[in-house]
């Protein structure tokens, strides 16, 4: 069963960096895309920034030039590099990587929280 790990989420100070990492657990084949969403309380889950297997990536307007996303679709790998972290940034962060067979594969979730 394939399980995606995140790791790197905490408490962080207005104006941090943190850096999330996702590792799935056992190989995913043809990965197209990997991406990192987030959820705050009672708002929808968002795209942060995603990458493509060719290297293109997207951010959301509201982390553009903040958030960096990296990763090697053939170690299932993503990171996720925030810097200048602002209290809206908080959110529980969640790892998704997809197939081009049209599979999502979804992490359990690692909380951010930006706070002085």
Partial sequence: QVQLVESGGGLVQPGGSLRLSCAASVSI???????WYRQAPGKQRELVAQITSDGSTNYADSVKGRFTISGDSAKNTV????????PEDTAVYYCQQSTIYGIGYWGQGTQVTVSS
């Fill in 79 to 86: 990171y996720l590099q925030m810097n200048s972290l602002k």
């Fill in 29 to 35: 084949f043809r990965i197209n895309a990997m991406g």
